[in-house]
């Protein structure tokens, strides 16, 4: 099954229904459509924004990667992976990533996949401007993101 | 070895004072850890980036590597904390 894949790494938000579309218009074939999209919390009302950082060329390498590894192994017919950088608010969308499949299962599974790779291996990192104008401090790694990835056993 | 493009990312970046940079390391710096090593004594903004250098992550030209991947043949390499996207 040849995936029509579509990653992009850039500053403006997304819509969510587009990607969809984009990826089931003109096509009988899909069955299934997982989406997760990731935003920017407020941490209880104490983030002002988030700065995201990436290096540019690998962030849209690794995710590529990343996306064509989850086709390989699911049967997939679409993948689509869109990261935002630079400053972005609290409720604002900061990730997206779509699978498509004749069946469900294939495209949880490959969605799930793709996010916990996305964490570990994509070149970004997240720096917090707090509400009451501190120094913002970059969000640190936690583990659990790394055992989540393990999982699969790639 | 020849003159090679260093790239610092997050805390690394501001820690080091600067987003990239050319340099041309000795020729007995063969690896990744070696490369960090001999940063780390080139001035304070370094060795203070490198301090804890077990948790600095690598790629050269693009790809991950680990700190034993040897640099003969990089044309860019670059350092950063683990990675927070998602």
Redesign the interface.
């Known amino acids: 099954m040849d995936a029509q894949i579509r990653v992009a790494i850039q500053h403006e938000d997304f819509d969510v229904a587009r990607e969809i579309e984009a990826l089931t218009q003109g096509r009988g074939d899909v069955g299934a459509v997982v989406t997760f999209t990731g935003l920017c919390r407020d941490e209880a009302g104490t983030l002002e924004a988030l700065e995201l950082e990436h290096y540019p060329g690998m962030a849209e390498d690794e995710i590529l990667r990343v996306a064509q590894q989850a086709a390989q192994r699911w049967p997939l017919l679409g993948a689509t992976a869109i990261h935002r950088y630079g400053k972005v608010l609290p409720g604002e969308n900061i990730v997206l990533v779509i699978a498509t499949s004749p069946h469900r299962r294939a495209a949880f599974e490959a969605a799930e996949f793709i996010m916990d790779y996305l964490k570990t291996r994509a070149p970004f990192w997240k720096k917090e401007h707090p509400r009451d104008g501190s120094i913002g401090e970059w969000v640190e790694a936690k583990d659990v993101d790394d055992s989540a990835a393990e999982r699969w056993d790639v | 070895m020849s003159a090679l493009k260093l ?1 610092y ?3 690394v970046r501001e820690r080091i004072g600067r987003p990239d940079e050319t340099l041309t390391p000795p020729s007995d710096v063969t690896n990744v850890g070696e490369l960090i090593a001999w940063l780390s004594g080139r001035g304070e903004e370094y060795a203070y980036a490198f301090e804890n250098a077990k948790v600095i992550r690598a ?1 050269i030209d ?3 590597v680990k700190h034993d991947a040897p640099i003969a043949g990089a044309r860019e390499i ?1 350092f ?7």
Do not use: D, E, L, Y
């Not at chain 2, 950063?80 to 998602?86: A, I, L, R, S, V």
């Open positions: 790239s990312f997050a805390w790629a693009r790809q991950h670059a950063f904390p683990p990675m927070t996207g998602g």
